[in-house]
């Protein structure tokens, strides 16, 4: 059985560095095949995706988050890691990280979520 749990600072002060860490256990995220993923939802939204890094270690980033967005892996913990710099009160959602599997494509394991505020 795959877990996924986030973990970060649920307070971050506009302008800042938005960081948090999914420790990953049941399954390596070197897997062949899987990709793994941010996806926020801001109060009162839908789910939004982030980017993922995939197995092989390369990232991908929505278009609309690129510009402030990296995703890292340390292989040797099983985590990996989502950097949103400068952020804004808009960044204030629940971060979610979950598994993306291509064969059948689906997100089939995700982090119980965790909510991070940008208030001053």
């Known amino acids: 059985q795959v877990q996924l749990q986030e973990s970060g600072p649920g307070l971050v002060k506009p302008s800042q560095t938005l960081s948090l860490t999914c420790t990953v256990s049941?399954?390596?995220?070197?897997?062949?095949?899987?990709?793994w993923s941010w996806i926020r939802q801001p109060p009162g939204k839908g789910l939004e995706w982030i980017g993922y890094?995939?197995?092989?270690?390369?990232?991908y980033y929505s278009p609309s988050l690129k510009s402030r967005t990296s995703i890292s892996r340390d292989t040797s913990k099983n985590q990996f890691t989502l950097q949103l710099s400068s952020v804004t009160p808009e960044d204030t959602a629940v971060y979610y990280c979950?598994?993306?599997?291509?064969?059948?494509?689906?997100?089939?394991?995700w982090g119980q979520g965790t909510q991070v505020t940008v208030s001053s």
């Open positions: 890094i995939g197995y092989r270690g390369s990232a």
């Open positions: 049941g399954g390596s995220i070197t897997t062949n095949y899987y990709a």
């Open positions: 979950a598994r993306y599997g291509e064969r059948p494509p689906q997100y089939d394991y």
